[in-house]
T-cell receptor
């Protein structure tokens, strides 16, 4: 398997524009996570899906952020409108969970977002 | 709630020095514990894990033992190399509680000088 695939790797956009980040989890995994990493706040969980259903979105900063998982092999994180403070590296990760057990999470390479 | 606390860096060592990065946790139930490593410009990679008390995880010369009595999972390596320079994250997986998401510490940056 190619691992978790994120696109784009880098994104530079102007304030106010819509940004869409994409993630393809590892085939067979049923849990998907979106994280944001900044120097100031470290690694923050934004949202977590299990079997394509959002389970915990308490980390989503505000209504400008939304995430979808239309099927088991694809997820998007959208920011609309974007702001300079959204600049960060966004990671997608996936794992396989059954009952109370889960494999470790496998991370993508990340998308470095810069909002100017 | 569940949390992970790890020593703040940066940590700077000379090659072949002994490394310890402290990690303690707070959790209900019986979490699994992990160390992840992040090399510059890359995503996080699992370094090692332990799923129950007294388990020792090991990989690439790194070790950590799951100590329930002290709620700790300290990372150690006997002789570091320049190639070990990276950011190290301690994490726990809350199986019984929230749904199985990972909770990360803030990371410790390690720099190894030749």
């Amino acid at each position: 398997d190619a691992g978790v695939i994120q696109s784009p790797r880098h994104e530079v956009t102007e304030m106010g524009q819509e940004v869409t980040l994409r993630c393809k989890p590892i085939s067979g995994h049923n849990s998907l996570f979106w994280y944001r990493q900044t120097m100031m706040r470290g690694l923050e969980l934004l949202i977590y899906f299990n079997n394509n259903v959002p389970i915990d979105d308490s980390g989503m900063p505000e209504d400008r952020f939304s995430a979808k998982m239309p099927n088991a092999s694809f997820s998007t994180l959208k920011i609309q409108p974007s702001e300079p403070r959204d600049s960060a590296v966004y990671f997608c990760a996936s794992s396989f969970r059954t009952g109370l057990k889960s494999t470790e999470a496998f991370f993508g390479q990340g998308t470095r977002l810069t909002v100017v | 709630g569940n949390s992970v606390t790890q020593m703040e860096g940066p940590v700077t060592l000379s090659e072949e020095a002994f490394l310890t990065i402290n990690c303690t946790y707070t959790a209900t139930g019986y979490p699994s514990l992990f160390w992840y490593v992040q090399y510059p410009g890359e995503g996080l990679q699992l370094l090692l894990k332990a799923t129950k008390a007294d388990d020792k995880g090991s990989n690439k010369g790194f070790e950590a033992t799951y100590r329930k009595e002290t709620t700790s999972f300290h990372l150690e390596k006997g002789s570091v190399q320049v190639s070990d320079s990276a950011v190290y994250f301690c994490a726990l997986s809350d199986y019984g509680g929230s749904q199985g998401n990972l909770i990360f510490g803030k990371g410790t940056k390690l720099s190894v000088k030749p």
